[in-house]
């Protein structure tokens, strides 16, 4: 859903919490916090923006421009980075704006499409990192079945945004902006009218429904198999550890592969807690009474708090693959040697490709199957802020 999006319970607390006077008339103050409250959030944010957009940019330059980088595993990386990329341009601004005023300042086109693009983003990251973990499942637990292809990865992760577009539709064609009659916003003695993106169901129950259908669809279910997959290739791997302890090629093949599934299982606990805290607060805005306290403080510091931390996984992905797989390492060296040629260079034509020579196959520090790393990726109402995702050696 749209960041600044409102439930019922929402606008009538907003409303209900301004100050009133004789004439019924509502008046709200245009900034949300103090200055320097404001200034926090305000750094907070554009931190995570930095990150995530210069981040994912250089994991997608990566990739694209590296063919030997073209793995199954990395296309599913790139389309992680792609997603993270659109929360990061699309999520992070308006989360930070809807934090720091009152109402909504744009238009509808930006209600919807927002709202549009943000749940598309995250629902695609959670069902990318479904897909690496069942690609992760078949390729150690059933090593002779016939391996997932590049061109079969496209087609997967196409279909994962038409699904990803299917789920969020219902959302989007609710959202609307409203005008609230007889309330104002205050700045330098001046009235404003105050607008909100509003998220208009035929009635209360249908929203109820949706946040539990898209709960267990985008949160639920993915975490169940994504826990149950690792949980078999853990067993798997426990089980070919003790019968080749005798072939020291073979336990060291098997100890990397180890390593990358231990990364495996903390991603799926960062996945877990970073979303956790941002669905708890969704789900207790739709389906407890909260008095006008409570939904103040909801959505001035809590619901920021835990959009930051959602958005904050995002942008340390990047930083994740560089320190724990040596061809994103060597590649985001080298994005940054070019840009720095690029800029000391005032004639000629500088070769931007990164052709960063081939990884030491002896001392092979990436995915133990040639498959490349290994991914796993403002006001009450808001469904979606972010995702997680981890890069493995």
């Known amino acids: ?220 279910a993915p975490l169940g198999v994504i826990s149950i997959m690792y949980g078999c290739i853990v067993a798997k791997l426990s089980v070919n550890l003790r019968q080749v302890r005798l072939a020291e090629v073979r336990r060291a093949h098997s100890q990397r592969r180890v390593k990358v599934i231990n990364m495996l299982i903390m991603v799926a606990v960062l996945f877990m807690v970073s979303w956790l805290p941002l669905w708890t607060l969704m789900l207790l805005t739709d389906y407890r009474d909260l008095d006008t306290q409570q939904i103040d403080f909801l959505s001035s510091y809590l619901f920021p708090v835990a959009h930051w931390l959602a958005f904050f996984n995002s942008g340390i992905n990047p930083i994740i693959y560089g320190f724990f797989n040596e061809n994103f390492r060597r590649g985001f060296q080298a994005a940054v040697a070019c840009r720095a040629c690029s800029q000391k260079t005032t004639t000629g034509v500088v070769n931007t490709r990164f052709n960063f020579p081939p990884p030491n196959r002896s001392n092979k520090s990436t995915d133990c199957d040639d498959n490349g790393p290994v991914a796993m990726n403002g006001a009450p109402g808001s469904r979606f802020k972010l995702l997680c995702m981890v890069c493995f050696p």
């Open 1 to 220: 859903m749209e960041i600044a999006s409102l439930n019922e319970t929402a606008v009538n607390s907003t409303m209900d919490s301004a100050t009133m006077d004789r004439a019924n008339r509502t008046y709200m103050p245009y900034y949300l916090h103090s200055t320097g409250m404001s200034v926090i959030y305000i750094l907070c944010y554009m931190a995570v923006l930095l990150l995530c957009v210069g981040g994912n940019v250089l994991v997608s330059l990566v990739v694209l421009r590296n063919r030997n980088m073209r793995s199954v595993t990395n296309l599913f990386i790139l389309n992680l980075a792609i997603s993270d990329l659109l929360i990061g341009v699309f999520c992070i601004p308006t989360t930070l704006i809807d934090s720091l005023i009152s109402g909504w300042p744009f238009g509808q086109i930006t209600c919807t499409m927002s709202n549009l693009v943000q749940g598309m983003s995250v629902s695609a990251s959670v069902f990318t990192l479904v897909a690496i973990a069942v690609d992760r499942f078949t390729g150690i637990v059933y090593p002779f079945r016939h391996r997932m292809r590049p061109v079969t990865a496209l087609v997967t992760i196409l279909f994962i945004w038409v699904l990803a577009f299917a789920i969020i539709c219902p959302s989007a064609a609710t959202l609307t902006i409203i005008h609230l009659e007889d309330t104002y916003l205050v700045q330098d003695n001046q009235t404003y009218p105050v607008f909100v993106c509003f998220e208009k169901w035929p009635q209360p129950e249908m929203r109820r429904v949706y946040t539990m259908v898209i709960f267990v669809h985008v949160y639920l």
